[in-house]
């Protein structure tokens, strides 16, 4: 893993979300190579040819090289140095803490005719940059360490990051001096202008040009809600989501899979919540029913935990919304996208949904097609398309490859039609 260490034309974002995002991707990768197994046998299969002469292989970029290349656009690339046990979490996150600190310090102590550039703005994005570069190790140790006790360290020291962090937009004293920069009325371009409108604009996002009281309030709703998305993630991430089947319920898994599935007789339990089993399961088991428990499963977990923490998010974004001045949370969030305002990012997708729907419709047939050559199969539902698209039980000589070619140019418009039906 490569850590991005700083880029200066990018203010790091504070918004708890981009873990979710990351675990997302995690689970589309699997998905993908899940799914690149099952077609593995039938592309091994096809003889590939080339108009073009043999080329020699292009030779590997060594470290350094992705180092050199990086430094280009003025950023470092190191390799993470992790933490084993949970007395190195607390003392790494107290250092970098106390080092961020020590550097707010400096550029607070700027003096306000000397205040260019590189002493206030640039200064307070390297704080960020080197903050990110612990908190976002520690995360990984959050969500993926195999030992609990190293989970729930890293868990209170991400929260212990995550208010130190929100709480640098209220440091005052930084912000003078970075205010004092500002008044200079400096002549930028490129990235250094960027990042100075990004800077700008977040420090108003954060309440800095609201009276004293209000700046209180927002900040203190902000450590709230950081902490509130943390936990939200970390229950749905350690939830248990067994379900028991019987080999009947099963059918279309391998006998390897039910070996390693047994826990009784004639009773296989698969944990819905762990993404091999899942992902195999989904695409291999025939019975629909079966599909849909653990479909079902696997988005309810932890729903008990979860249900109030995601009630009491929507109710301070809200609060938060109102505090900052905007018609509502999504006005806030679209803000720094190109639709500017919830109203335009969902009118833009209503569009979508519009002008893609024959296109949906004319897919939805084509899955009904497939789905008919499957024993005891029905309808169309969101929990079959997964099966459909990548089940093997489908022959690929006909269906499968004819499948690829479908998806591969229109995955765009089944996801963004669906995300539209949503957001109805």
């Known amino acids: 893993m490569i850590i991005l260490l700083s880029c200066r034309p990018f203010r790091p974002f504070l918004d708890r979300a981009e873990k979710y995002v990351r675990l997302a991707v995690s689970l589309v990768a699997t998905t993908l190579a899940a799914s690149f197994c099952n077609f593995a046998p039938l592309w091994a299969d096809q003889t590939v040819t080339s108009d073009h002469p043999a080329t020699s292989p292009t030779p590997k970029l060594q470290f350094r090289d992705l180092q050199d290349q990086a430094a280009r656009f003025n950023s470092v690339l190191t390799l993470p140095d992790w933490e084993t ?67 729930s360290a890293s868990l209170d020291a991400t929260q212990k990051l995550d208010e130190f962090v929100v709480g640098i937009d209220y440091r005052k004293d930084v912000y ?66 067994p379900l028991k089947f019987t080999k009947d319920e099963l059918e279309g898994v391998s006998d390897d899979f039910l070996r390693q599935a047994k826990t009784g007789e004639n009773e296989y339990t698969v944990d819905a919540n762990v993404p091999p089993q899942y992902i195999y399961a989904m695409t291999n088991c025939v019975k629909e029913e079966t599909r849909k428990r653990l479909c079902i499963a696997r988005d309810t977990r932890a729903k008990e935990k979860n249900l109030p923490l ?52 004319a897919e939805t047939a084509e899955l009904k097609k497939a789905k008919a050559s499957v024993p005891r199969s029905k309808s169309i539902t969101s929990i079959r398309r997964h099966f459909v698209c990548i089940s093997p039980s489908i022959a690929y000589s006909t269906v499968c490859s004819r499948f690829m070619n479908i998806f591969s140019k229109s995955r765009f418009a089944r996801s963004t039609h669906r995300r539209s039906t949503k957001t109805m």
């Open 176 to 241: 003078r001096s970075i205010k004092a920069y500002l008044d200079t009325n400096p002549h930028l371009e490129g990235q250094d202008a960027r990042l100075v409108e990004f800077t700008v604009r977040d420090y108003k996002r954060a309440g800095l040009t609201l009276p004293d009281e209000k700046q209180q309030k927002v900040e203190a709703l902000r450590k709230k809600l950081a902490s509130i998305q943390t936990h939200f993630l970390v229950n749905a991430n350690n939830a248990a989501a």
């Open 85 to 151: 046990t949970v007395a190195q979490v607390d003392a790494n996150v107290d250092a970098a803490i106390a080092d961020a600190n020590r550097q707010l310090g400096a550029i607070a102590g700027v003096d306000p005719k000397g205040a260019t550039f590189e002493n206030t703005v640039r200064a307070l994005d390297d704080v960020y940059a080197k903050v990110f570069q612990t908190g976002r190790r520690i995360v990984v140790l959050e969500q993926a360490h195999p030992e609990p006790k190293m989970r």
């Open 310 to 361: 995601a009630t009491q998010a929507i109710e301070i974004r809200a609060r938060l919304a109102e505090l900052l001045g905007y018609g509502s949370w999504a006005d806030y969030q679209e803000e720094v996208k190109m639709a500017k305002t919830g109203k335009a990012a969902l009118d833009f997708e209503e569009r979508l949904k519009t002008a893609l729907e024959p296109k949906y419709q």
